[in-house]
């Protein structure tokens, strides 16, 4: 298991789990490796080497509810292979028809827990989720170049065909822009870098997921043109 290694950190592959170790030791064959708590380097105790997985992703396609995955690996991005969609997975739709500048397209593994303005949740529970989407964005968009002020336009691509108010979705949109000032992408999602993210509703997808599709602002375009 080359993805297990001393040093390395691991993140738990559950949503609701915020826990984080670090391998401490290990040598390959063994069955189980020392690891403690990566934040205080306390709690040292030896778990199963099985429970260490490379990706948070099973062969099906599936997102992994326990064990942990590394921290410093695209562990939310499932191989594209083992994906499954209702369809095709290319976006038919040009959200920016018509519209000049330069356009990225960041999509979000399926499956993830979605927050919704709707939800009465915990506090706790919400920054978790939080966190995940974050996360997701912020390795999802590691291709992409620094760009100074953009048009955001997220789409939620839903499991099913009921009837659905994409802008109710808004705190996960919120979260996934934040990953993308995370990863740099962005210096600031403020009114003077970003306009939206403006909510849509696109194809089915199996598991549902998030898009953000982003278009670069021209120097002749202000965020506030936009918005007029």
Known sequence: MN???TGRVFEACHPLDSARIRIVEYEEGDLRALVVDAATGGRRRRILVSSLHPTAFTGAGSRRKSGYVPEDASAVNAPLAKRHFQGDDTEGTDWFDGMPGRRFRVAMPPRLLLLNSNQR???HRRAEITKVLRRAAWAA?????HLDRVHIIGVLHPEDGQRRDPANWYPSFK???DGLVDQ??????D???VVGPDMRIGHIVAGSRLVLHIRELTPAETPAD???
Not at 184 to 189: E, P
Request: hydrophobic content about 30%.
């Open 121 to 123: 949740l915990h506090h």
């Open 184 to 189: 740099g992408v962005l210096d600031d999602d």
């Open 3 to 5: 993805h297990v290694r």
């Open 141 to 145: 968009s590691r291709p992409l170049p």
């Open 175 to 177: 979260a996934c822009v």
């Open 226 to 228: 936009l918005r007029k």
């Open 191 to 193: 009114h003077t870098r």
